[in-house]
């Protein structure tokens, strides 16, 4: 738990270690480590952690990827993980991850080492104004003094530690950005002090600790009692939906099947179960007998794939009710009403609203499994018939993959102690319009909807549910533009645990979510290739060699059904698409 024999004390590292044990004290579980020369305090004190068996600790060269591999373990265990990086343009890579968690309400903590405040300015080596980089995404922000071995500095890091973690956690979640300067020398000795007790760093269930807990403020979904008074009670008698978006999660089903009202569930929202699920939603909230006539909506999440929703979310004939959650606050109609939870009051549920919207629901439902074998042509005596019967099983099983079928395939092999990740590409809208009610854990980053990061947050959403050796598998399922941008998330230490993870790239070689939009019926077809595909012929295979991924490339439903299941640590499963 001591550095090099010959080491001296350092005001850095007596600073850093009281900080970082300060935050393990306080729930810390996860530290991703970013390696640099100014952050070479908080780095090792990090490595003794890890060894002492208090955190688990994660290393990654690009700072990107290391900022959303941290937002992964907020997003799966609601407890922030601190990324630690140098300074200079290495912050600056934090930022895509920091809006994400800024507008998705995922709590995150940033170390940034810096130069102290005399280079800054002045042209020195790797200084630039880190303080206030992040401006309003953070929760909170501190620009440190620089330790220089005082009385009583250990203190204030621990007390600057606890306000960091109060910050992160709640009420509202997000990100938080420690800056932190530091003078040579940058690494001595660790305090005698520093060896504590081994906490189990794989108790991801964990909350954070109690003296870092944000008072007595109330989370969305912990109210719901009679008679508690942040709780918006919903009286029957206006004609109802409940819309589930982004992070929802089940209590949008709850709501929907204590109200008797139908569920519009994303398929992001962690919702899309139960007996009130509405398939087919897009063309039922355009249809006036049904979207038409809706006086209110109660709203989870953070709905963000349909252009239906987001229009009637902005109507001013519409009560909107948004019930409060991780990330922003919903108001596109300029009087939606925010309300910590709700709970819906006892009394007769409007029983012809309902099913209204369930019989045209079970008429938009899609049905993507294969058609039943015709088990008496198969054994009938007439030689023809019997022919006919193979050669449609034969087709059935040769049939290419299309992107109902990908989508479907990955989600009939999902199950509720897995994850399923979905990145911001056409696939994921695909999947919203055709796939089925189940529970299971999914994620997605929908804060902003960015491609950036779904590999590292994938990444880090395995790392945290598998710990102390749970069963599942991780399953990412985006496009080939998607997996591209992210495809330095792909490296991982020699050393580390290998987490299981499949990531299932439809490669339909470009941007082809851009057909879709208005774009596609004004450019020229030059245009749209040059400006928008981002056509690519990458080897995926090549990438995944050169990473050390095992990689498999399927063309059939059966075959993607075999790769889903089959064993290994870490997977790309490539799907060839037709454009």
């Not at 738990?1 to 080491?7: E, L, R, T, Y």
């Not at 008679?227 to 089940?250: C, F, K, N, S």
Request: hydrophobic share 45%.
């Amino acid at each position: 738990m001591s550095g090099a024999p010959d080491a001296k004390a350092s005001p850095a590292t007596e600073a850093a270690a009281a900080l970082l044990d300060e935050l393990v004290s306080c729930g810390l579980r996860h530290i991703v480590v970013s390696p640099g020369a100014r952050s070479q305090a908080l780095a090792l004190a990090a490595a003794a952690l890890e060894r002492a068996g208090r955190v688990r600790l994660h290393v990654r060269i690009d700072e990107r990827v290391a900022g959303f591999t941290a937002l992964g373990i907020g997003r799966e265990i609601r407890v922030p993980a601190a990324v630690i990086c140098t300074s200079g343009t290495a912050v600056a890579n934090l930022v895509p991850a920091v809006l994400e968690a800024h507008h998705a309400g995922v709590p995150l903590l940033l170390l940034t080492a810096d130069r102290p405040p005399e280079l800054r300015g002045v042209g020195a080596n790797q200084t630039t104004t880190q303080p206030g980089l992040f401006r309003d995404a953070t929760r909170f922000a501190a620009d440190a003094a620089v330790p220089t071995g005082a009385v009583g500095e250990a203190d204030d890091a621990r007390a600057l530690a606890r306000t960091a973690i109060r910050a992160a956690a709640g009420p509202i979640a997000g990100p938080v950005h420690l800056n932190l300067p530091y003078r040579e020398p940058l690494a001595g000795s660790l305090p005698a002090w520093f060896e504590g007790p081994s906490v189990d760093p794989a108790d991801d269930a964990g909350q954070v600790d109690d003296a870092a807990q944000v008072g007595d403020t109330a989370q969305p979904g912990d109210a719901g009692q009679p008679g508690d008074a942040i709780t918006t009670v919903l009286e029957p008698g206006p004609r109802t939906v409940v819309i589930a978006g982004a992070d929802a999660g089940p209590e949008a089903e709850e709501v929907a099947h204590a109200g008797g009202w139908p569920l519009v569930a994303e398929i992001v929202s962690g919702a899309r179960f139960g007996r009130h699920v509405v398939h087919g939603y897009r063309a039922l909230l355009r249809d006036p007998d049904l979207g038409g006539r809706i006086e209110r909506v109660v709203v989870l999440g953070h709905p963000t794939l349909s252009r239906e929703t987001t229009a009637l979310l902005s109507r001013d004939d519409v009560e909107v009710i948004a019930v409060d959650g991780p990330g922003e606050r919903l108001n596109l109609n300029g009087r939606t009403r925010a309300v910590p939870g709700v709970r819906v009051a006892a009394g007769a549920a409007d029983r012809a609203w309902l099913a209204a919207w369930m019989r045209a629901s079970a008429a938009h439902a899609v049905d993507l499994t294969a058609p039943a074998p015709d088990l008496d042509a198969l054994a009938s005596s007439d030689r023809h018939a019997r022919l006919q019967a193979v050669e449609a099983e034969l087709a059935a099983v040769r049939r290419p993959l299309d992107r109902e079928q990908l989508v479907a395939a990955v989600w009939a092999a999902t199950w509720p102690h897995d994850r399923l990740v979905f990145g911001s590409s056409r696939l994921v809208r695909v999947a919203d319009a055709v796939l089925p009610g189940k529970r299971v854990p999914v994620h997605a980053n929908r804060g902003l909807a960015g491609i950036d990061g779904t590999i590292a947050t994938a990444t880090g959403i395995a790392v945290a549910s598998q710990g102390e050796g749970r069963p599942g598998v991780t399953r990412v399922l985006l496009g080939d533009l998607a997996f591209l941008h992210d495809v330095g998330a792909l490296l991982l230490p020699v050393g580390e645990e290998e987490p299981r993870v499949q990531v299932i790239v439809g490669n339909d070689g470009g941007g082809t979510i851009f057909d879709g939009l208005e774009v596609a019926a004004i450019a020229s077809a030059a245009d749209m290739a040059r400006v928008q595909y981002t056509p690519q012929a990458a080897g995926i295979a090549d990438l995944a060699r050169a990473y050390g991924w095992e990689h498999v490339v399927v063309k059939t439903r059966s075959a993607l059904d075999q790769a889903l299941i089959a064993p290994g640590a870490r997977r790309i499963i490539e799907v060839p698409l037709n454009r």
